[in-house]
């Protein structure tokens, strides 16, 4: 059983166009994150949510939205896109706190065009 | 600023060789350092998990360890195997944010 899943795995789109990601986590895990990975492979934070609670947003375009319709669930909305939101998109879980293994799920690639 | 650096970029080795990684943080004040790998085109596998109250830790060939007085971790792996090539990335949950923030990685190249 898979226990952070994203939909889809690929996603190529044109610029100006609204597009979601979603992402379950199975391991009844409180927290979960989103993290963006460049073309420089080098991976940072976007958003951290804690029982469907918004607790980071890391100086993001409000152009993406995050929502969680149950702590299971964080899924990623993408308004007008741009070239530059080119990248992996990963969706990760953890228990509460500060001390806990997170774990990642298997990445999402837009490539808008 | 709290930052994580991992050095060097890519290192290739030939199978059978013990190999360490290294991983630097700016801030000591740490409450856990976390190891991944990353194959190509795919997610990241958690390795180790080691706590701020921690010096190491084991699974199997590999070993983790931490020094947080010098904001320093190391990824020990023995007995390279071709199967071990992919990316390493180290990422620290810094005191009072919680998120990991990720080095850039290295590259593991182990040749047959």
């Known amino acids: 059983d898979t226990a952070v899943s994203q939909t889809p795995k690929y996603l190529v789109t044109q610029m100006g166009n609204d597009k979601s990601i979603k992402c379950e986590q199975n391991?009844?895990?409180?927290?979960m994150y989103w993290y963006k990975q460049d073309s420089k492979k080098f991976l940072k934070i976007m958003f951290s949510?804690?029982?469907?609670?918004?607790?980071i947003n890391e100086t993001v375009p409000n152009r993406f939205s995050p929502k969680s319709p149950d702590k299971a669930h964080l899924n990623l909305h993408i308004n007008s896109l741009e070239l530059g939101d080119s990248a992996v998109y990963f969706c990760?879980?953890?228990?509460?706190?500060?001390?806990?293994?997170?774990?990642f799920g298997p990445g999402t690639r837009l490539t808008v065009t | 600023k709290q930052e994580v650096t991992q050095i060097p970029a890519a290192l290739s080795v030939p199978e059978g060789e013990n190999l360490v990684l290294n991983c630097s943080f700016t801030?000591?004040?740490?409450?856990?350092l976390q190891w991944f790998r990353q194959d190509p085109g795919k997610g990241l596998t958690s390795l180790l998990l080691?706590?701020?109250?921690?010096r190491e830790q084991t699974s199997g060939r590999l070993n983790a360890s931490l020094d947080k007085s010098s904001g320093r971790s190391t990824l020990y792996i023995a007995a390279s195997q071709p199967g071990d090539s992919a990316t390493y990335l180290c990422a620290v949950t810094f005191q009072g944010a919680q998120k990991l923030v990720f080095g850039q990685g290295t590259r593991l190249t182990i040749n047959p």
């Open positions: 990760a879980s953890s228990r509460q706190g500060t001390g806990y293994e997170q774990y």
């Open positions: 391991l009844g895990h409180d927290t």
């Open positions: 949510y804690n029982n469907k609670e918004l607790i």
């Open positions: 801030d000591s004040a740490i409450y856990n």
């Open positions: 080691i706590q701020s109250s921690q």
